[in-house]
């Protein structure tokens, strides 16, 4: 294949996790307890009031998959595949238990120390989530969370302690993880969040991230700072021009976070969203400025499925109506390769910023046959027809595209229901959703395959 039509040399092809779905460890070496290690059974649903832990319930981020003990076998495995980058989150936690003491968890930093240097020492570029949905329980408690300015601080406090500890080994990092998809609980830890507590909020989170942008940059030359979007694709349903319109709106409604975050201003279409909610977002002197000299080095997204909408459709960040042209996972998620290239056009025609797709993939349940192994080739198929889109993107379109960090790359903890049945794999993790198993590495078909396209920079896809 001639040059052009090719990934560029340099692309960056990984894997993604979050560090309460997979370190395990919550409360080993000082880490203190976030808003996610109250969870039983891993539902935001049933957040328990008091906050207690109980005895005899089964909490999914206490014990993960165990990534806290065993980085070096499971970093092992990713060189194996050929990885050139991995997207992990550090758990705030573990390096300011509370969120309040002046001085650093010294045990914390070390374990990151050890995971970031072993990625190193194995060729493998860190890509950094400083808050993966999750914060100290006690911020929830003390102050409500990120309804309170206080927050803001008590972040750029924590992101500087990280930026000091591993200036010269992380270039890329992410401030926040899917700003657009959060509302209530991962913001202020509880689901009882208005549309002013929940404007609010973000806007707290805007700034927080601007001055971690504007602090990292000082700090670290050359480093490159990105937020996380859930971005499925929307299209109208059918040609009406409501339809046109609706889907139009729920983009903006979307986009909204990114538009703030990528170009340093709330958009023109935001005043009537906020009249329309009675918002009345509370800004200080500054705050516009802030937002403007300190905006996104580069837009990272998920990408899973796409929806429709039409004039009558409920807007909702996860969805609309089904698509009669999709298949669906065995999650009911639609299936839509040619999306991920739509919506890196859509994102760089709208922002002209280097983009990253940092999480794709197919849940699914994961059996053995009767040679003991994991053949899915479903798995690959629908990661094969995803990366075959994001090259024509690539070569084609001409999007700068950084990379591609597969979710999941490692069974871990779902995030929606706290199973472990919904897979994402390249390795099959011996452990069931109540948490019983032996923890067991097995590679999957899927991992020689994945090894393959990286050794190929995505030029052989097939089974």
């Avoid at 194995?122 to 309170?148: K, Q």
């Avoid at 329309?276 to 080095?297: A, F, M, N």
């Avoid at 390249?426 to 020689?448: A, E, I, P, Y």
Wanted: charged letters at 25%; hydrophobic letters at 35%; glycine letters at 8%.
């Amino acid at each position: 294949m001639k040059k052009d039509k090719q990934f560029p040399e340099g692309f960056l092809w990984g894997g993604a996790t979050s560090a309460y779905q997979f370190e395990g460890a919550w409360n080993e070496d000082g880490k203190g307890v976030n808003i996610v290690d109250i969870l039983p059974h891993g539902s935001r649903e049933a957040v328990p009031k008091d906050h207690k832990i109980l005895p005899d319930v089964f909490y999914p981020s206490h014990g993960g998959i165990d990534f806290y003990h065993t980085y070096k076998e499971d970093i092992r495995l990713f060189k194996e595949m050929g990885m050139k980058c991995f997207r992990m989150s550090i758990a705030w936690t573990r390096i300011y238990p509370t969120g309040v003491e002046e001085e650093p968890n010294e045990k914390g930093l070390q374990f990151y120390d050890n995971v970031i240097d072993e990625l190193l020492k194995n060729g493998i570029e860190p890509l950094i989530t400083i808050s993966h949905d999750e914060f100290p329980l006690h911020l929830v408690e003390a102050y409500g969370g990120w309804r309170n300015r206080i927050l803001i601080d008590l972040y750029v406090k924590y992101a500087k302690t990280l930026f000091e500890r591993y200036k010269g080994k992380v270039k890329y990092w992410l401030t926040f993880n899917e700003l657009n998809a959060v509302r209530g609980y991962s913001m202020i830890g509880t689901h009882s969040a208005d549309d002013q507590t929940h404007y609010q909020a973000m806007h707290h989170i805007f700034i927080a991230s601007a001055l971690a942008i504007k602090m990292g940059h000082e700090m670290m030359p050359g480093s490159m700072f990105g937020t996380m979007y859930a971005l499925s694709a929307i299209y109208p349903a059918t040609c009406h021009p409501d339809d046109i319109f609706k889907a139009m709106s729920a983009r903006r409604q979307s986009l909204f976070f990114c538009d703030v975050m990528t170009r340093g201003y709330y958009p023109n279409y935001s005043e009537e969203i906020f009249k329309e909610k009675k918002v009345v977002i509370k800004k200080e002197v500054g705050d516009d400025e802030i937002l403007k000299q300190y905006t996104l080095d580069y837009i990272t997204f998920s990408y899973y499925r796409s929806t429709t909408v039409s004039q009558n459709t409920k807007i909702d960040i996860m969805g609309g109506d089904p698509n009669p042209y999709l298949e669906t996972t065995p999650w009911g998620w639609p299936i839509d390769p040619k999306g991920l290239r739509y919506v890196l056009n859509e994102l760089y025609d709208r922002y002209q910023k280097p983009l990253f797709v940092v999480e794709n993939g197919l849940g699914a349940v994961d059996e053995f046959d009767e040679n003991n192994e994991i053949n899915d080739n479903y798995r690959i198929q629908y990661l094969a027809n995803h990366i075959e889109e994001m090259k024509k993107a690539v070569c084609i379109d001409k999007i700068p595209c950084l990379g591609y960090t597969m979710w999941g790359c490692i069974d871990l903890v779902s995030l929606s229901t706290g199973e472990m049945k919904k897979r994402y794999g390249f390795v099959h993790v011996d452990m069931d959703d109540k948490g019983n198993g032996t923890l067991k590495r097995t590679k999957k078909k899927s991992f020689g395959w994945y090894k393959k396209v990286i050794a190929t920079c995505g030029e052989d896809l097939s089974l």
